[in-house]
């Protein structure tokens, strides 16, 4: 590995149920790669992403992941990959090279050398409950998510939360098994629960069934869905007739009509062109993360850990999500809520500053 690079391994879906965010999230990757090079590289050095399918079992993305750290071949980690991939290469990577989990996550990590950018539940998922009881007298809940890490803490969260809200209750939750084909007994158990909203906790393709099934029985004339994983790839695989009712929240969207996320926009559309993949809500993030891990080195002046964590402390700047401070190891950011018009995602509220 020459020392005049310094390679990242950029893990990012390729396969399974997110695999239907990847190009986004490569695309957005390497959009930050490139400012970043354009700006002198991360110390000097050009920063390279070598893409890693994240898709894949946990075991099988980390023994990837391993393999490249013992040979030298990479000297950071990033990307977007569900919560299981992150428990496995978390304390496989602490202490050897900088990891920065991109997406928003359940919360919690805490692991040292191990950075934060994405949202989580008491900023995101809780919030916009509050806004649905509030501004459209949506209380009760039935949870629908994927059989793993984020879903099952993540409705943990939401179930404490409720405990001492008058204004939230959960009927009932389902779970499914990730890469789940047939939606039909979990929108059966939505529909006897008889709950005024549905919270999804539903990857990718996983979520995009679930619209269908859902809209197929007309369930969104009465219920509405809300998601902390939607951004516009997958609204627009659902297809504008499963979309009625459709709420997501969120640190970026496409159309939030803010300086800088309409920059952003634009510099993406003229690296990608028009025709790209949208740069959602989960694609930016892994902007996010490759940014970060580039300011975090230009403010440490290295890369090793207890550096890192050290400029982290004092680190904010100005990003597409607008601007974006360090707490600890987690990129404190705005978050909103859109709604789904058809094929678009149009902001409705801003939850958090």
Same mark, same amino acid.
């Given at each position: ?136 007298? /949506? ?5 629908? %998510?994927? &059989?793993? !890490?984020?879903? =099952?803490?993540?409705?943990?969260? @939401?179930? +404490? #939360? ?24 979990? /929108? ?5 629960? %008889?709950? &005024?909203? !549905?919270?999804? =906790?539903?990857?990718?393709?996983? @979520?995009? +069934? #679930? ?143």
């Amino acid at each position: 590995m020459s020392r005049d690079t310094l390679e990242v391994a950029f893990v990012v879906p390729r396969s399974g149920p997110a695999a239907i965010v990847g190009p986004s999230c490569e695309a957005c990757g390497l959009l930050a790669a490139d400012e970043v090079n354009a700006a002198g590289g991360v110390l000097g050095r050009e920063l390279r992403l070598q893409v890693v399918d994240g898709g894949r079992a946990p075991q099988v993305v980390a023994g990837d992941i391993d393999m490249l750290l013992s040979t030298g071949s990479v000297e950071a980690v990033t990307g977007w990959h569900i919560s299981a991939v992150r428990q496995q290469l978390a304390p496989l990577v602490s202490g050897r090279v900088p990891y920065v989990y991109s997406p928003l996550y359940e919360g919690g990590e805490r692991t040292p050398g191990v950075f934060m950018a994405g949202e989580t539940p008491d900023r995101q998922l809780l919030p916009a409950l509050r806004w649905m009881a509030g501004e459209l007298g /949506v209380r009760t809940w039935c949870v629908v %998510g994927d &059989d793993y !890490v984020w879903p =099952l803490a993540s409705a943990a969260v @939401a179930r +404490r #939360f409720a405990q001492h809200s008058p204004d939230i209750r959960i009927l009932d939750e389902v779970f499914v098994p990730l890469g789940t084909q047939d939606f039909a007994a979990a /929108v059966e158990r939505v529909e006897r629960s %008889g709950a &005024d909203g !549905v919270l999804m =906790l539903l990857v990718g393709s996983d @979520a995009v +069934r #679930f619209n269908r099934a859902f809209a197929a029985v007309g369930l969104d004339n009465a219920c509405v869905r809300l998601s902390p994983l939607m951004d516009e790839n997958m609204v627009f695989a659902t297809g504008a007739a499963a979309t009625r009712e459709l709420y997501a929240a969120s640190g970026y969207f496409e159309a939030l009509a803010t300086a800088s996320g309409l920059d952003f926009s634009r510099r993406y559309a003229a690296r990608f062109g028009v025709q790209a993949p949208v740069p959602g809500s989960l694609g930016e993030s892994c902007y996010e993360g490759v940014t970060l891990l580039a300011r975090l080195a230009e403010r440490a002046g290295t890369l090793g850990s207890d550096e890192l964590s050290a400029a982290a402390e004092t680190l904010a700047y100005d990003s597409p999500r607008g601007t974006v401070r360090m707490a600890g190891n987690h990129l404190m950011q705005s978050v909103y809520l859109a709604r789904a018009d058809g094929l678009d995602l149009d902001v409705v509220a801003q939850l958090q500053a």
